[in-house]
């Protein structure tokens, strides 16, 4: 486990937040997958002897809860939302544009591995919808023209960067 | 701008050009001075306002909240826990949303105020995975408010200590039911605990008495403490006090948040005034009217009311008013107060299906009928909508529905059986005849599932 060393800074704070360190098990997934990307059985190990816990008491976790993944994804992932209210508006739509535009239906990831796909259930923006949600950014009122501009975007960002 | 029927008292300064959630932009609006004038009060006199307020929960059951408080086991000497329900996570609900990433000093100060009124130490907010901002702006906004003392070791110079952190969800809506976020907060699976014995106001975080409340509920404490208890309960209607943010989504012309005295307005007032009314060329047909696990209410339908006095009174559900007594009495429930509207141009089956799918993929899986059951309602309704429907199925839906409902271990039960019931026995026809209306369905038809 190759933590940057802010993130094993913070964990070791949030550790301090609970009178009982088996509480900090979902901060520190947090923490872990936004530094590594997912979380791989190593990073479970970790994060288990960390809290000391047994490896499946955090392998659960990782099971259960839908934001935690065990593969990388895509550089960017979009969110669509697939609950009534926005689906009342059109997100399956929405949703199909982006699975043309990127090649890749939802839980999958481009070929290119740049972009992963999901349609999710309610983002709580429901008087706006339809929303997708791009990485940290919530987008309100999308409809399939919307859509088609932001997959551009998002394929002119993959076009402007240099390669690795 | 605000709609000029509303009364706007939690969502004041939302969208407010200008406004900003740092604490110099809260403190120019007069921000924590609540905060200052409670702590020089006593405890239980703040209890006591919040009692003679009536204030209901708005999490979704409509618990009143100064006896949730009273409720709380003191006689154990154990600590006790506030945890504020920032999950927002009932489909149709967005509403806490705008003040966690708008106006978070406000709810710190509730929060304050409710953890000062219970001597409570040590707070958490259990905000959902998908606010990853929301999350950040809390943590800033505490750390702003530690600063100037009013939150930390020694609140405003009293020697009353405590301390608020944020938690973040991970993406379960279970982790909404309050025994589950708890189980959350442990570190563990959400799987919600039974009760009796786990109520949290006995056995709730770390086997300690916690008060668990929502957002708007807390940010309502903050503002009785302001006004008092009494003036507060001069909001609104008789058991239905203070305002309502009613989230509106949907079929309709302005879809959005409105803040409005409960129970003083109507269904059909706020649809049709207020919302701007159906889109053009089109009619309301249903409307969900506290969140996806309300039960449909069917526009047409009539309901026999017994009023407060005695005397009974007949409503269309536009007559319907917008609060928790009034709702129930028609059969559904004001929940966590998000109106979702149907007009004509809705497939039921489908629509069914889509709440269906939400349900058996939110289903925790301690409970067999529940588990099972939410899985089967998906799979039938899809199947039906996918081209295979039978006559039957409808009644098919219902007996899976009904078998489910007070049999499991939390009321995500009963949330995942009511759409279903209620869709059934008032959109039969819809069911019985689905197959071959599915064949004339319009080319555009909107896709629900
Ligand atoms: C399945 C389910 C999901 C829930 N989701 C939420 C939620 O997202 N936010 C919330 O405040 N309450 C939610 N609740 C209600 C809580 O269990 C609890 O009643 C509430 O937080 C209490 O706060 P209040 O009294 O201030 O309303 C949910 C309940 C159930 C059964
Ligand atoms: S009713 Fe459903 S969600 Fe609630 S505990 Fe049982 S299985 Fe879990
Ligand atoms: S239904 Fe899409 S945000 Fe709630």
């Excluded at chain 1, 699975?99 to 923006?125: H, I, K, M, N, Y």
């Excluded at chain 2, 239905?240 to 409005?260: D, K, M, W």
């Amino acid at each position: 486990m190759n933590l940057k060393p802010e993130t094993v800074q913070r964990i070791d704070e949030v550790i301090t937040h609970y009178p009982v360190k088996r509480s900090a098990a979902l901060p520190l997934l947090h923490l872990v997958q936004e530094d590594q990307g997912f979380i791989s059985s190593a990073a479970v190990e970790w994060i288990a002897q960390k809290l000391e816990l047994q490896p499946i008491n955090i392998y659960e976790l990782v099971t259960f809860y839908p934001m935690f993944r065990q593969q990388p994804i895509g550089r960017r992932h979009i969110k669509v939302c697939r609950t009534l209210s926005c689906a009342l508006l059109g997100s399956h739509r929405v949703c199909a544009e982006f699975q043309q535009q990127f090649g890749c239906r939802p839980g999958e990831t481009s070929a290119d591995g740049e972009v992963t796909l999901e349609f999710v259930e309610c983002l709580a923006s429901c008087g706006s919808g339809p929303v997708v949600a791009i990485d940290e950014e919530l987008y309100e009122h999308v409809d399939v023209a919307r859509a088609g501009g932001l997959a551009a975007q998002l394929k002119q960002h993959t076009a402007a960067r240099p390669p690795a | 701008m605000p709609h000029p029927a509303e009364r706007r008292l939690i969502f004041r300064h939302i969208d407010e050009p200008g406004y900003t959630p740092d604490l110099a932009c809260y403190l120019r609006h007069g921000g924590y001075e609540v905060l200052k004038k409670s702590v020089a009060r006593k405890p239980a006199e703040l209890v006591d306002e919040v009692k003679k307020s009536g204030l209901r929960g708005r999490g979704g059951a409509g618990f009143p909240c100064g006896v949730k408080w009273t409720l709380v086991d003191r006689k154990s000497g154990k600590p006790v826990y506030l945890i504020v329900n920032a999950d927002e996570s009932e489909p149709g609900t967005f509403k806490d949303r705008y003040i966690i990433h708008q106006d978070p000093h406000q709810l710190i100060e509730g929060i304050m105020i409710t953890c000062w009124a219970n001597q409570v130490k040590q707070a958490y907010i259990y905000i959902r995975g998908e606010f990853p901002r929301g999350a950040r702006i809390l943590e800033q906004a505490i750390a702003e408010a530690r600063a100037q003392r009013f939150v930390g070791p020694d609140v405003l110079g009293t020697g009353y200590g405590c301390e608020i952190f944020v938690h973040r969800g991970a993406g379960a809506y279970i982790c909404g039911e309050e025994t589950g976020l708890i189980e959350s907060l442990e570190g563990k699976r959400p799987y919600p605990r039974i009760k009796p014995p786990y109520f949290p106001a006995v056995l709730g975080l770390y086997q300690c008495p916690t008060i668990v409340n929502n957002v708007e509920t807390l940010c309502n404490v903050r503002h009785i403490a302001e006004i008092g208890g009494e003036a507060f309960a001069r909001m609104g209607t008789p058991n239905n006090t203070g305002t309502r943010l009613l989230c509106v989504s949907g079929h309709v012309q302005r879809p959005g948040y409105y803040e409005l005295e409960c129970g003083k307005v109507t269904m059909g007032q706020l649809l049709h005034d207020i919302c701007g009314g159906p889109r053009p060329g089109r009619t309301f047909k249903a409307v969900i009217p506290g969140g996806s696990s309300a039960k449909i209410l069917r526009f047409g339908e009539r309901f026999k009311v017994r009023q407060r006095d005695g005397s009974t009174v007949e409503w269309g559900v536009e007559d319907i008013p917008m609060d928790f007594d009034s709702l129930a009495a028609c059969g559904s429930m004001g929940g966590s107060g998000g109106v979702i509207v149907m007009d004509d141009s809705v497939d039921m089956v489908a629509a069914l299906a889509n709440i269906n799918a939400f349900y058996a993929h939110e289903s925790c899986g301690q409970c067999t009928p529940c588990r099972e059951g939410s899985l089967w309602m998906k799979k039938i309704s899809a199947r039906m909508v996918h081209g295979e429907a039978r006559a039957q199925d409808g009644d098919l839906l219902k007996s899976v529905a009904d078998q489910i409902a007070g049999r499991t271990i939390c009321p995500f039960g009963e949330a995942c059986a009511w759409p279903t019931q209620s869709f059934v026995l008032k959109f039969g026809d819809e069911f019985k005849g689905y197959a071959e209306a599915r064949k004339n369905r319009p080319a555009d038809a909107v896709a629900l599932v």
